[in-house]
């Protein structure tokens, strides 16, 4: 164990005693544990003690054993909780947006498998020509419409592959290297935020929003979040063109990949496709995304394009993650403890909008050290008690604040540690991390003041 | 203390065996380079660096050694599990074709370079065994990325098998 790691083991078992010895004013012994768990959690996760899925199972338990009925702890005669079956908790890996992500990383393994990310990126790249200048906006596109559906890590590392030749040919002190290689983690972030499948700090709001009885459409997301990401690309674009100006005019790309034609490939384009459009058009037909997500399960699977072999090999942490924060979410919510936490300060003298300012820059400046996924389901149960308590307002202000944070996480790219996608750009040895410092922080502020924008002018119109 | 991976050079003249060494340059940042100018201490290093835990990743053996044989040497790695993911790399003008058999069936020989040996074909080698071992052998590649294959170890990445969205 590596001496942060053992800081963060000791403040984790001293914030899991703390409430079990002291009595906090107006909050209920349920909600006592609650913040037992919840200070555990946010640590752990925080120091990486432990693996950070591996927290998030840990909360699950813990839950099970201090507020579910099946637990050590008797409520009954106790005024303030109501115990939930254990089923409450385990429930959280099957809830329908864990099902959902299912389906977008079989999708997206499968994509990896038979080259078509490749192979998309190539006929993407083709009407983007020569200039430097043009080749990054489209590198910066087809890696944001690439990561929009598959996870920004995979994403990253593949566009990595096809920028090292031409980085190789570039001169050693042209600043073009510099900007090409930052500009793949910051469109592949950027990307994430389209859909709700983009990356799991999305999973973790929207399942906090359907808690509250909130349902978000696919294609509704894609409607508040698209305008964002194409703005920003734009943005992340000229920043880094200013920042870093290309000396050579001309750039030669050289992508060799063939388009697979098996059985196997043709069957994985046409339920890439049917799964895209069901999804996209849910609004029309009704039926639910995680739904639709289980079709390219059933079909890759039964064909065996998707084999045992690549079943194992997806992403399950990143599922038990997700669930872990769904689950934390829940009893932060009915012990009492989110409201009791946000209660202590006058929220309802600042504005609804002073509200999403806060939540949007603690977000963002939280992510950028910690993992989005954890920023978003240490924030999100927070937030939506300001409903109850009237700074926000009803549906909407729930909606706007998960809006906010959701995509205020995705926006945190100023150092590697912020994004898998940052630490492999780092990697390269092509870039310094002032170079990231600088352009991430511009980036990171213009993204959560068109945020706040959006927020005031463009989604009250459309929700 | 972090685990390292050691690069592995086996050559009784001095001269030969700076100019190896000198070669692997590139190298130096992200990995230890040990050297022996006899299989003996060759043997006693290797024991003491994988007795500390750490790994030796490649080792560029010389054949004509005082003592026992370059090929022996290899073939004994081969025989110990501490060393027998090591890729073997024979660095030579003098070893026979019986040699060589013994070497490319019984030590699991990666490469064979005659010397005199070109810079870029020592470096290139290096490069794509030490990438292969990493690859098969580390946690996380990504750290090496600037130094050996870097298209090979992004697209290990994107196949899902190290690291991922959190």
């Known amino acids: 164990m590596t001496k942060t790691q053992r800081v963060g083991l000791i403040l984790g078992v001293i914030g899991f005693i703390i409430p079990i010895l002291l009595d906090f004013q107006g909050l209920s012994l349920a909600g006592h544990f609650a913040m037992s768990i919840f200070l555990l959690a946010a640590v752990f996760w925080m120091f990486e003690t432990i693996p950070i899925y591996s927290t998030s199972i840990l909360v699950i338990f813990s839950q099970i054993l201090l507020l579910s009925t099946e637990g050590i702890i008797d409520y009954s005669g106790l005024a303030g909780y109501e115990p939930q079956s254990y089923t409450q908790f385990i429930g959280t890996l099957a809830n329908p ?60 590392a593949m566009m990595i592959t096809v920028i090292i030749p031409i980085i190789a040919k570039m001169e050693s002190g042209d600043p073009a290297r510099i900007g090409i290689a930052l500009c793949i983690p910051f469109a592949a972030n950027i990307g994430g935020i389209a859909t709700p499948i983009g990356t799991p700090p999305n999973a973790v709001v929207i399942a906090a929003l359907n808690q509250q009885g909130l349902t978000v459409a696919f294609g509704s997301w894609m409607m508040y979040a698209l305008p964002l990401a194409v703005i920003m690309l734009l943005v992340a674009w000229q920043v880094l063109l200013r920042l870093h100006p290309p000396a050579t005019n001309q750039v030669s790309l050289d992508l060799d990949t063939k388009l697979q034609t098996s059985g196997h490939a043709i069957l994985l384009y046409f339920t890439f496709g049917t799964t895209v459009l069901l999804w996209v058009t849910e609004g029309i037909h009704g039926i639910k995304s995680s739904i639709v997500a289980l079709f390219p399960v059933v079909v890759l699977t039964l064909s065996s394009a998707f084999s045992k072999q690549d079943i194992r090999k997806l992403p399950w942490e990143v599922l038990w993650l997700i669930a872990g924060g769904i689950a934390l ?134 929700i | ?53 750490h790994e030796i990743g490649l080792i560029l053996c010389d054949h004509v050694l005082p003592g026992e044989n370059g090929v022996e040497l290899l ?47 020592l470096v290139g080698t290096a490069r794509k065994l030490l990438t292969d071992y990493v690859l098969e052998q580390t946690e996380n590649p990504m750290e090496f990325m600037s130094v050996l294959d870097g298209e090979r170890i992004a697209d290990f990445i994107r196949k899902g098998k190290s690291i991922t969205d959190n």
Do not use: C
């Open chain 1, 97 to 156: 947006i864990i099902i959902l992500f299912l389906g977008g990383f079989v999708l997206a393994d499968a994509s990896v498998k038979y080259d078509f990310d490749k192979n998309l990126t190539r006929i993407l790249l083709a009407p983007f020509g020569n200039r430097t200048s043009t080749i990054m906006l489209g590198l910066m596109a087809v890696t944001a419409v690439l990561s929009a559906f598959m996870s920004n890590t995979a994403t990253t």
């Open chain 2, 1 to 53: 203390m972090k685990h390292r991976i050691y690069i592995f050079v086996v050559e009784d003249e001095p001269e030969v065996l700076d100019a190896i060494v000198r070669d692997l340059e590139e190298f130096e940042d992200s990995f230890f380079i040990e050297m022996a100018d006899s299989a003996e201490e060759a043997r006693e290093l290797i024991s003491a660096i994988t007795d500390d835990g």
């Open chain 2, 75 to 121: 073939v004994e790695m081969q025989h110990n599990p501490s060393t027998e993911r090591t890729r073997k790399v024979l660095i030579t003008g003098q070893a026979g074709l019986d040699e060589t058999v013994r070497a490319v069936n019984e030590a699991n020989l990666s490469h064979y370079i005659a010397k005199p040996w070109e810079k870029a074909e």
């Open chain 1, 329 to 462: 979410g829940i009893s932060m919510e009915n012990t009492g403890l989110a409201s009791w936490l946000v209660g202590g300060i006058a929220w309802g003298d600042l504005s609804s909008i002073m509200v999403l300012v806060v939540f949007g820059a603690v977000t963002l400046i939280m992510s950028n050290f910690l993992s989005n996924t954890v920023t978003a389901s240490l924030l999100i149960p927070l937030a939506l008690t300001l409903v109850t308590s009237g700074a926000l307002e009803g549906t909407f202000g729930m909606l706007l604040v998960g809006l906010v944070i959701a995509l205020s996480a995705s926006f945190a790219m100023i150092l590697p540690i912020s994004t898998p996608p940052n630490a492999i750009a780092e990697s390269t040895g092509v870039l310094k991390t002032k170079h990231m410092l600088l352009s991430g922080t511009i980036i990171g502020i213009i993204g959560l003041v068109l945020v706040l924008l959006l927020s005031v002018f463009y989604w009250p119109n459309i």
